[in-house]
């Protein structure tokens, strides 16, 4: 048996702080063959950061309740080990003498109004959303010009497997939306929705459909975005009121799709569904536009409430008509996002009480964040166009 | 007239320095709405960034030649006005205490290993690479098995306009190659490939065709990626040698294309390209597979040296028979990259002295960057399929 050789105590110090954990792994979402950050055999995960100029570092975002600091090793670089996060895909960043950096060993993704680091922390034995061996579709990137902004716009567009190859089959569609702060990029970067759906239609487990994934933000010409981090002002509860992005939608999204992509085009083929601010425009945007809905996915964010006999415009007034008009109320939360998942309890409590029928689903132990949207997906798609 | 009210000169001061010059613009590669990176009439570019502990901050990357210090202002932003940088796309970061940092007000782009950002600088009266009201082709994710690699990995992949609209029509097909550190991204977003190919289409300057554009690196299971920000080893001038890169565009990247898309399927409606280490990759892979290959772009990178009659396995030794099998040998630089530009020279007149017919592009006044391979990739894909 070979001998450890002796080494000051310093030194094996510093050794053991340079060698990572050997039973931790570096996370699937790292950057090329970058080490950090490492996830343990527990859940405990270390994040790394070189900066040795830097007189304080912080580990910030969704994977700590609240900035931890972080220490310096010998070789400069700063380190943090934090206890098991929430299952799934976190937003999280670096301060280094309090400017917001991203990690350079991880991936950036397009949320808080920028490419943001995140990191993807899977829950052993959960894999609805990985690539497997079945049929992929295809993401395309669509680009049409919208009149109402005068702008070329971008929108993400899934095809299922198979789409070219019968080119005379037509689909119903999804438009699904992101949250504030990100972009059409979301669903299919951080929400692997083309993955989920995928995994769905090998299953058989869905009707094959098209999904449109649009960036949530529009402006008429003159009109001024809003400044980088901030959120749109609460609404009114129950009033339905009209935005440049529903005029996006309607006039210039929807007919673009419909005669580039092999679309079904009534309202009984056509659904609409998104996450927290998205959650807000789906509901604004479907209830406002009945003729063209028909199917609505609300994704941690807008329920509904108020006095149905005159909020919303009176829509919800009439249950059994609604019940014949809208063929699918999806709401939905995580457990970890309480505030949310009380409001999602009052709406139940009054749609079941109004008898309007509607679907309350609830994601165990996840937060305001995409594996929530990512269960809400994977329940949401097997219940269209049936 | 309204009158100036008294101020102090040092408030007056801070009041300029917080204003931006009025004749100045936000880049158009800017985030949302930031009002920074700032183009001047003249084509000077002030940068800014918050950072008020910081003590020494600098902006680095392709828009300077060395690293540049910032100022810092009342405000605790760091500016810094440079002199106007060669017209097109740059790469360029903060060092903040030495640390790069990405500029939160402008988008990134998959580069140097990681996503980088970069901004955007038209020359006046260039747009050939700007969408522009014309039919416009789509980008799409492609996911493929490598067998391999033992992976699923992704390919981008541009279909011309009329693609969906024809469905008994086949395309030839340009594969199409990144640089280092890049990865199957690059084409698009930063190179813009695709509005590049619709505006030659409009034009009627090109045959419509398919693009695939694959991430550069592949490694067996076991085989150890390079090191971020490692460049690969620079070949033996003249050897041809295999790579675990080849074989996947051989056994698993062509077969899953000609697959699923609408290809035709000879070498002679198949052609590579690439730029700097992507154009290594393609002389290798285009001349070990000229059964497969028939029209070769190299851009700014690999070029013809050596002893012909001996050098890439002979297959240039006969001029003839080489001009007869291989229909395009393109090669380009641009004029501020001046080591390539003499190796470009070289080359042309070598294969000039031994009767090898070939195209000698030299792009004006652009660098090592993208801005040059969109020139190359304009004058190349006219000369395709014809």
Redesign the interface.
């Known amino acids: 048996m070979r001998r450890t050789p002796f080494l000051p105590a310093l030194l094996l110090a510093a050794t053991a702080f340079a060698q990572p954990d050997p039973s931790s792994k570096p996370a699937i979402s790292n ?4 080490e950090y950050p490492r996830v343990h055999a527990d859940g405990r995960v270390t994040f790394r950061l ?6 304080k570092v912080q580990l910030a975002g969704a994977v700590t309740a609240q900035p931890v600091d972080m220490a310096k090793g010998g070789d400069g670089a700063w380190m943090v080990t934090i206890p098991p996060p929430a299952p799934g895909f976190h937003y999280y960043w670096f301060l ?7 990690d ?2 991880s ?2 993704y397009f949320g808080w ?3 943001t680091t995140g990191i993807e922390l899977p829950l052993a034995g959960e894999d609805f959303y990985f ?1 497997k ?1 079945v049929p ?1 579709g ?6 049409y ?1 919208s009149k109402t902004t005068g702008e ?1 716009r971008r929108a993400m567009v899934y095809t299922p497997p198979g789409y ?1 190859a019968n ?1 005379r089959t037509r689909y119903p569609v999804l438009y699904l939306q992101h949250g504030a702060g990100e972009d059409e990029t979301g669903w ?1 970067k951080q929400g692997r929705a ?1 993955f989920i759906i995928d995994n769905l239609l090998a299953e058989k487990k869905a009707v094959p459909l098209i999904v449109v994934m649009d960036k949530g ?1 529009a402006y008429r010409p003159g009109e ?5 981090g901030s959120r749109p002002a609460p609404r009114q509860p129950g009033v339905l009121a009209a935005s440049t992005f529903e005029t996006v939608i309607i006039e210039d999204l929807i007919p673009s799709i419909d005669q ?3 679309t079904l085009t009534g309202r009984d083929q056509r659904a609409m569904a998104g996450l927290s601010m998205g959650s807000m425009q789906t509901l604004q945007i479907t209830l406002r536009n009945l003729d063209k809905f028909s199917w609505i996915g609300l994704f941690s964010g807008a329920t509904v409430n108020g006095d149905l006999d005159s909020a919303y415009n009176g829509v919800l007034k009439d249950a059994a008509a609604f019940n014949k008009r809208v063929h699918l109320l999806w709401t939905g939360a995580g457990t970890a996002e309480a505030r949310l998942m009380d409001a999602l309890k009052t709406s139940d409590e009054l749609l079941t009480k109004r008898g309007i029928r509607h679907v309350n689903f609830v994601s165990e132990g996840t937060a305001h964040e995409w594996h929530s949207w990512r269960r809400h997906l994977n329940d949401f798609v097997p219940r269209l166009f049936k």
């Open positions: 950057l090329m063959n970058a070189a900066a040795p100029n830097a007189a280094v003498d309090g400017l917001q950096v991203n350079p060993s991936d950036t109004t920028r490419p690539p061996p992929h295809q993401v395309r990137m669509h680009w010009l070329w070219d080119p299919t083309n933000y001024r975005p809003p400044q980088p580039t992509f092999r």
